[in-house]
């Protein structure tokens, strides 16, 4: 049952349809959270924690993960679209704080998208004999048609690409286990010691790993067309960030122990270099991969972003027309062509790479945010019954603080 505080459906029009379960909305979460992060990020933490890089990544799932169980319970609290506005709406009962709480949140998946559909396009190019510029507009218009298309196969289409995504995780764990089966026996070097010198390079490269994670908390703006919301979403993000956790430890160590550091450091595309003097069909496949997952980013942020303005209208936090279902898709298809649209102005017309680097900015302050809402909630209301996902005060004041201090580690020149 929907909470009646923070949503209202529009009178007379149709609702969104619950057709995700557990497997599809994990797949959905790992398909919005692995991405690029975990293909462009290795050399940069390599550079700053050297071999102990693996170990960066999971002191930074130890950081993503208290607002992860903040979002657990928050969205068994209140499982309706544009998430985040309506637990903001029910911490601190303010409209505008809500609206501009939403708008960040569609906002950082719009320019992703863009980012991201300029990224895809680049790669198709190479292989399709079209300009990159209208390559840029055909992927935008296809995501939007699939997105419009209706919820579960947009999402059963994104979760091929993630399976897809994820192939090729594993085929350069694979690969380069492969390749040099002796790192089997360098494992024990991943280990730091307990020197500071040491784990002052992995605290510093565990701020960007955790650039890595963010995506997770989108499951929550699809909670509306979720199976069991209050048994799915928790159990959803939990495994999500499970997941991703023991993928990204495996990719990252074998890349440092298979490539040489100072190449590793220097590299822009380091997971490619694990492929270096691989056959023409092993790096074509990995190139394919990477097209694939480039359009299912796109994809999954539009769907996301799309829902949060359709929740936000739900919510009469924005005009009640964005918030009309359509009665034989039953997605908002409104709020998606808004989205589309604006990704499509984005992509031709500002510096998407600028832009592109604020999203990060963006979500820890919505994280910030969400985890302060948890505690007011918890500390003025009366515990709630039913089936809610519980966690203790401690949870959402260690995201507040760990959230915090990556947001002015990340905003301030040191």
Do not use: C
Request: charge should be negative.
């Amino acid at each position: 049952m929907k909470n009646t505080d923070v949503y209202t459906e529009p009178a007379g029009q149709p609702e969104l349809k619950r057709k995700l379960s557990l497997p599809l909305l994990t797949l959905y979460g790992l398909g919005v959270t692995i991405g690029a992060g975990i293909y462009v990020l290795v050399g940069t933490t390599a550079a700053k924690a050297g071999v102990y890089a693996p170990i960066s990544f999971l002191v930074a799932a130890a950081v993503v993960t208290f607002t992860g169980f903040t979002y657990s319970e928050l969205s068994t609290r209140y499982p309706v679209s544009a998430g985040e506005a309506a637990y903001v709406r029910a911490g601190f009962n303010s409209r505008n704080l809500t609206l501009i709480i939403g708008l960040m949140v569609a906002a950082s998946g719009v320019v992703s998208s863009a980012a991201v559909s300029i990224g895809a396009a680049a790669y198709l190019s190479e292989v399709v004999p079209l300009s990159q510029e209208l390559l840029t507009v055909l992927v935008i218009l296809l995501v939007g048609l699939i997105a419009a298309w209706g919820i579960f196969e947009s999402v059963l289409l994104a979760a091929v690409f993630t399976v897809v995504e994820i192939g090729g995780l594993a085929l350069a764990i694979v690969y380069g286990i492969s390749s040099e089966p002796e790192i089997l026996t360098k494992v024990g070097t991943l280990i730091p010691p307990f020197e500071m010198s040491a784990w002052s390079g992995i605290i510093s490269a565990s701020l960007l790993a955790f650039f890595a994670f963010i995506g997770f908390e989108d499951m929550a703006n699809v909670a509306e067309e979720i199976i069991e919301p209050y048994k799915t979403l928790p159990m959803g993000i939990i495994l999500t960030l499970i997941i991703a956790t023991i993928l990204y430890f495996a990719v990252v160590s074998v890349v440092v122990l298979v490539v040489p550091m100072d190449e590793l450091t220097g590299s822009a595309a380091p997971l490619a270099l694990i492929f270096e003097g691989a056959e023409a069909s092993t790096s074509g496949v990995f190139h394919g991969i990477a097209i694939v997952a480039t359009i299912n980013g796109v994809l999954i942020q539009v769907i996301m972003a799309s829902r949060v303005i359709y929740g936000l209208a739900s919510q009469k936090n924005l005009p009640e027309f964005f918030a009309i279902v359509n009665p034989v898709t039953r997605t908002p298809l409104i709020a998606t062509a808004l989205i589309v649209g604006i990704v499509l102005f984005l992509a031709y017309f500002l510096p998407i790479a600028q832009l592109a680097g604020s999203t990060s900015t963006i979500v820890l302050t919505v994280f910030i945010f969400v985890n302060l809402a948890l505690i007011r909630i918890k500390l003025t209301s009366l515990p709630p019954s039913g089936e809610i996902f519980l966690v203790p005060i401690w949870v959402p004041v260690m995201g507040f603080i760990a959230s915090s201090i990556l947001l002015v580690v990340g905003v301030l020149p040191i």
